[in-house]
């Protein structure tokens, strides 16, 4: 249970998204574009994490969760 809160309450930056899901900086903000061909409305949300700045994350058992979605889904 502690673990499940450490990883809800966990935000993961750009890379470390980038090397849990395999995918590429712009494959990232594919998923994330609606406009996007490789769109993907399952994808986690970014979440700011600075007022007016640019610097965003994701939350890590969203990420997580898409992952195992993304295995479940291939076999």
Known sequence: ??????RALTILRR???????G???SGLYDRLN??????????????RLSDGGTAVGWI?????AWIESRIRASR
């Open 1 to 6: 249970m502690a673990e499940e809160l450490r």
């Open 15 to 21: 890379k470390q998204v980038e090397a849990r899901t």
């Open 23 to 25: 995918l590429s900086t």
């Open 34 to 47: 609606p406009k996007s061909p490789r769109y993907d409305p399952s994808f986690p949300s970014q979440v």
């Open 60 to 64: 890590e058992s969203e990420v997580e």
